[in-house]
């Protein structure tokens, strides 16, 4: 869903990065929307921290080019750095500064105007409820309330794009709630924002996703395009016995992948296996021939489904099928 | 370079390190611990040694010269006996540390303008060997011999001779304080910017300020200014100890001994920056500047006299910037000499700072590869 205008803020082709034998990094493709918030959905070691930095000019691509508004990267990180904010996976803000002491730091580095330097302080103080932390030292506060530090930090110049690395991977459900808000406040401001995480439902929230498995990008798309393309694959089984009914489904034809949730099994199916209906009836018929009675239905698909489809064992069966 | 970022990175480091109570006890407590340890263990004015006396002469000027001897307070009259084999034993039991001798013949030698005694010292310590050459000083109050001065083409005979045992190469204990204002800055000065940058890499800030567009030069530049007041101030505690405590002469000028000290201060600091650029943790960083300390301390002629050592380790010692700092440190304030007179030594440290400092700018990379 790139805008009318079709104004990319980031544009990588090819990009790989290898540390010795490891691609970490392998021949990604990217085109991330302006003013959107685009998600890198993967596992731990996928790839994503990998292609931030790079992404970013810290770490230089081993292949590929890279193109941040309209800058060329790596050549002109240095000119990029005016215009980023960059939120590193671990807290990289000073404990030993208090929360003003940080902002103040971050601002005459990032070149806020000396000027404008105390107001925006003060606003980012009030808009991140700092209130009455302001003589805090950063060490001392909560995971949630580092992150909402480090993400005003990370905005302190308004940069037109902000790269945040598992910002909430240290945060309680709650902070992180109020935390996607501050996101989505940003990029209704005009910000594009890239946040890579390993959390479904934060990758649900995003405008846009890329995922990524073993340095590979192996599906992108809007959230509901990349669900869309699992219709009529996803299926609810209820079993007096789900432990059993697993064993006994995996086997069956043309299913990728089963996994319990509660009392009921959720079952992936291959592209192309059969229709939802055919499937239903097919899997409620060898189980009963099992003696293992069950009741299968279709559901829709969530972004879960997406990733086992596209990640890990399930997908190298789907190309081995194909 | 931007005035405002380098000044941020300042305005940093002096709040993080006004709240690390650890460095700052350092910046303190290390200058005044080595002083008052170094310091007491050198102290010039001994009192009350135990001596031990031969008169083998017992005559009236005899009597006088022992006496004026005790009356220094140097030493006071702990034995006596009758023969110098005595004395010599008790100094190896460690009874006395001074045995004072007079021969026989003490009234002849007196008229011949030959020695008169003889103070024997425990030379295993060499503030006794100080303290037994101010004993000789002892004057004589007969003006007799001076009929017989000899003739000025050879040096005047010591009219009492010391003879020490155990350690004829006497140190020059003064030597030691001014010498450890370059110790001490070496052993500080290193270690704070050694850890300065490891510690940012390791808490993981770095990534954070690669990020931005501060630059590598404000980022070194930066780390260092503060450490350059905190070591004047170092300077100025053992500066003022030692001249209170100690009675350390000042016979240069106070700028020139401060200029020299800024010139080390640099050099450790960058050095310092160096090795943080290198080092992958904090005592990756700590086990490095021991590696520069060791050498510095032993080579540097804070120890050992340079002119002893072998040409291999003299070399060494010419890389060292301590060494460097103790020849202008002494010239300066034990001989009144000029930083201009020591041109060479000051040019050595400036050449040390611009290498260390280019190559610790060099080789920061704003990169994680």
Redesign the interface.
Known sequence: MIPADGEVAIRASGLTRRFGDLVAVDRVDLQVPARHVYGFLGPNGSGKSTTI?ML?????PSAGEIEVLGLRI?AE??AL??H?G?M?Q????????SVR?NL???A????VP?ARTRARIDQLIEQYHFGDLQKQ?AGTMSGGQKQRLALACAVIHEPELLFLDEPTSAVDPESRRDFWEKLFELADAGTTLLVSTHLMDEAERCHRLAILDHGVLVADGTPQALTGRLQGRTFIVESADPRRAQRLIVDVPGVLSVAQVGNSLRVLTAAGAAAAADMCRHIDATLAGAGQPVHTHATPANLEDVFVAVTGPAAEQAERAA | M?G??L???V??EL??LS??RITLAMILGIPIMQLVLFGYAINLNLRGLDAGIVDQANTAGSRALVMDMLATDVVSAARTANTPQQLMAMIRRGDISIGIVVPPDFERRRIDGRPVAQVLVDGSDTTVQSAAAQLAQTPLDSAAPDLRAPPASTPPTPRISVVSFYNPQRVSAINIVPGLIGVIMTMTMVLFTAIAIVRERE????????????TSTELMVGKVLPYIVIGLLQTSVILALGVSLFAVPIRGSVLDVYLAAGLLILANLSLGLLISTRAQSQFQAMQMTFFIFLPSILLSGFMFPFAGMPKAAQWLAEILPLTHFLRLIRGVMLRGASLWELWHDVLALVVFVAVMMGAAIGRFR????
């Not at chain 1, 671990?90 to 500064?97: A, G």
């Not at chain 2, 808490?203 to 501060?214: D, S, V």
């Open positions: 930095r970013c000019g810290l770490l230089t790596p990180a240095e750095r005016r980023i960059y590193t671990k807290f990289s803000l000073f404990e030993d500064l002491e103040d730091f971050l005459a580095i990032q070149g000396r030292l | 931007n405002r970022r000044w941020a990175i305005v940093k709040r993080q709240r690390d808490r993981g800030n770095m990534e954070l300020l690669i990020a931005t567009p501060l704003k990169r994680l590869d």
